[in-house]
């Protein structure tokens, strides 16, 4: 699988956007780029996904590369419920998907 | 709720005892995983099963089983764990096609070895 390189930490302010950066320098023509986040004590929840386009929906927003080899979860306005694990994931469409194998993630702290 | 539900919830067991995790997803889906993870680790992929049919095995010690039923249960059968075992240990399912394959995870269950 191809793999995805995300930062550690970052921290943010309520009310304010954040931009979550991931590399995926390997990703082939047909992975989807998904995000999941992991609030304490919890089970992963998908965040949202695309293939090339940015997307939207009422949780976040993707903004994909023109090459495709780095992608940002943006979350335009932090709340205190956004503080979670957040992992970037490749999922490839064809062939042999089974090994979804998920990073360390990047922890986000949302400060009030 | 996600479509994905785990039973039990917390489990203690001591290291003789034999038990079961339980997972059922309703959501139609044709693959179901189960992934461990420890305090301040990743996710481990542990197993895959895709129709029904075990895919993936992670090098997973013989004392987890996984048993899967049907397309909508998937079982994880525990006997002579270690305490080293305690973990939350996660059940997912995905539908494998061309739409993305987007992972719906249940809530895990809190496994303690004792």
């Known amino acids: 699988d191809a793999k995805t390189t995300q930062p550690n930490s970052m921290e943010s302010n309520e009310e304010e956007p954040v931009h979550l950066p991931c590399n995926h320098s390997?990703?082939?023509?047909?992975?989807?780029i998904h995000w999941y986040r992991q609030l304490p004590s919890q089970g992963p929840e998908y965040v949202i996904h695309?293939?090339?386009s940015n997307v939207n929906n009422r949780m976040a927003s993707l903004a994909i590369a023109e090459d495709r080899k780095s992608s940002t979860l943006i979350l335009h306005r932090a709340t205190l419920r956004d503080a979670a694990v957040y992992y970037c994931?490749?999922?490839?469409?064809?062939?042999?998907?089974?090994?979804?194998?998920f990073g360390k993630g990047t922890l986000l702290t949302v400060n009030p | 709720e996600t479509g994905v539900t785990q039973t039990p919830r917390h489990l203690v067991m001591g290291m003789t005892n034999k038990k079961s995790l339980k997972c059922e997803q309703h959501l139609g889906h044709n693959a179901m995983y189960w992934y461990k993870q420890s305090a301040k680790k990743p996710l481990e992929l542990m197993f895959v099963y895709s129709l029904e049919e075990r895919v993936e095995n992670n090098s997973v010690p013989s004392r987890f089983s996984p048993e899967c039923p049907n397309s909508s249960h998937l079982f994880l059968h525990l006997h002579t764990l270690q305490p080293e075992d305690s973990a939350l240990y996660l059940c997912a399912s995905s539908q494998q096609d061309n739409s993305g394959n987007t992972i719906y995870f249940g809530e895990g269950s809190w496994l303690t070895v004792v």
């Open positions: 390997t990703i082939s023509g047909t992975d989807y």
């Open positions: 695309g293939l090339t």
């Open positions: 994931i490749l999922i490839n469409s064809g062939g042999s998907n089974y090994k979804l194998t």
